[in-house]
């Protein structure tokens, strides 16, 4: 199948079941206004950096099409004619040509960085730490969080999860990173340029530590909506055996994960009387939210801005993450050829990412390999 061409979604996420949304909550794909006056970021748009990002593609493509040699084609022949795995991987290995390993074209990604200060935006559930049944049991391993820790002493770095912010925080436990919680929607960042962003004013704050921190808190308006429809939605699914509520704090998750049901009517039939919340799909979950125009790219360039980085073009900004959501970060990246996205999937999947990792493993290696780096480039 061709992967480009036979999807109308931008990312294959798990199955969505085909009824129609009320009109109300279909309101939620381009979101373009809301109750607050204008939450567009007025971001400058960076001049493309030359050439630089095709280049790293190409040092890409190289990099496998070595790996795709005929002698390494007839191993992988040889290896994977008779079995079903060997169709998946080399399916999986094929995907690479577009969206080629991080850890495999890792010169290429150091060469652009050698020049450039990196920056480091890291989603939560699936990138650091893997998907399990029960969402509570998402531990991050002390492996990977040494490996955050470390990076996040050699570059700024940031968690961007749909997660409340205090419960990603919960799992993380550093105090060297930013996070925004609630797909960015509550972000804890440094005092920097972004005191506000169109219209909305950051809140000086003081974080566990007693540092000066803002917040920015685009949705605060929406809490109390957001609790009444959790309430409403746990009222509503509560008979269904393995269905989850997860108060995301300015977001709702619906978990569906171990459930036969049909939980997405209910959901949508809560949401009716919600025309300013929408609803999305992530990884066997729905999560509810205000219609605002925010998302996870625009935390990154917020972000960004914070950290003073946004108005350089000696900065590169890698966002890695593994669910649609991210695809919002990814996209920002994109269209801004300043950096790039990094999709965390072990199956072949669209996405506005330049590169990929297989899981969160990768994704350590890739964080150690990066801390190796820089330390010996210093
Ligand atoms: O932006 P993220 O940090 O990736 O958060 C997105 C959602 O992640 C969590 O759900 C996912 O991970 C769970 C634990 O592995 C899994 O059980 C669930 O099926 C996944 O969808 C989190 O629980 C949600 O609230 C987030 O919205």
Same mark, same amino acid.
């Given at each position: 199948m061709d992967l480009k061409t036979g999807l109308s979604s931008p990312v294959i996420a798990d199955h969505l079941p085909t009824i129609a949304l009320p009109a109300a909550v279909m309101t939620f794909t381009t979101p373009t206004s809301f109750p607050s006056p204008g939450l567009c970021l007025n971001t400058t748009k960076k001049i493309p950096l030359p050439g630089k990002i095709e280049e790293v593609r190409a040092t890409?493509?190289?990099?496998?099409?070595? =790996?795709? $040699?005929?002698?390494?084609?007839?191993? %992988?022949? !040889?290896?994977?004619?008779?079995?079903?795995?060997? #169709?998946? !991987?080399?399916?999986?290995?094929?995907?690479?040509?577009?969206?080629? $390993?991080a850890l495999t074209s890792f010169e290429a990604i150091t060469d652009l960085?050698?020049?450039?200060?990196?920056?480091? *935006?890291?989603?939560? !559930?699936?990138?650091?730490?893997?998907?399990?049944d029960n969402p509570a049991n998402a531990l991050m391993s002390d492996e990977m969080r040494a490996a955050v820790k470390h990076v996040a002493s050699l570059f700024p770095t940031a968690i961007i999860s749909g997660r409340s912010r205090d419960k990603v925080f919960d799992f993380v436990k550093l105090n060297e990173l930013y996070y925004a919680g609630s797909h960015g929607m509550d972000i804890m960042g440094p005092v920097g340029k972004a005191a506000d962003s169109n219209g909305v004013e950051c809140i000086r704050s003081t974080d566990s530590q007693g540092k000066e921190v803002n917040l920015f808190?685009? =949705? $605060?308006? *929406?809490?109390?909506?957001?609790?009444?429809?959790?309430?409403?939605? #746990?009222?509503? %699914?509560?008979?269904?055996?393995? =269905?989850?509520?997860?108060?995301?704090? *300015?977001?709702? $998750?619906?978990?569906?994960?171990?459930? =036969?049901? #049909? %939980?997405?009517?209910?959901?949508?039939?809560?949401?009716?009387?919600?025309?300013?919340?929408?609803?999305?799909?992530?990884?066997?979950?729905?999560?509810?939210?205000? %219609?605002?125009d925010w998302n996870k790219g625009k935390a990154v360039e917020f972000l960004l801005e914070s950290l003073g980085l946004n108005e350089s073009d000696d900065v590169l900004p890698i966002y890695v993450g593994d669910d649609r959501t991210d695809e919002d970060a990814f996209k920002v990246l994109k269209a801004s050829n300043r950096g790039f996205g990094i999709l965390v999937s072990s199956i072949p999947k669209e996405s506005d990412a330049f590169y990929s990792l297989r899981d969160p493993a990768e994704v350590m290696e890739f964080l150690r390999k990066l801390a190796a780096w820089k330390e010996q480039s210093n």
């Open positions: 890409g493509w190289l990099d496998l099409m070595m =790996a795709s $040699s005929p002698t390494r084609k007839r191993q %992988v022949k !040889d290896v994977v004619s008779d079995t079903q795995t060997g #169709d998946v !991987d080399l399916q999986y290995h094929n995907w690479t040509v577009d969206y080629p $390993s960085a050698a020049s450039k200060r990196l920056a480091l *935006f890291l989603d939560y !559930d699936g990138t650091l730490s893997p998907i399990v808190q685009p =949705a $605060s308006e *929406f809490l109390p909506m957001i609790s009444e429809v959790y309430k409403k939605l #746990d009222e509503s %699914v509560k008979d269904i055996d393995g =269905a989850r509520m997860e108060d995301n704090k *300015f977001c709702v $998750s619906v978990h569906y994960r171990n459930v =036969a049901e #049909d %939980v997405f009517q209910r959901v949508t039939a809560v949401l009716e009387d919600y025309p300013c919340l929408r609803l999305t799909h992530g990884r066997k979950v729905f999560e509810v939210r205000p %219609v605002i």
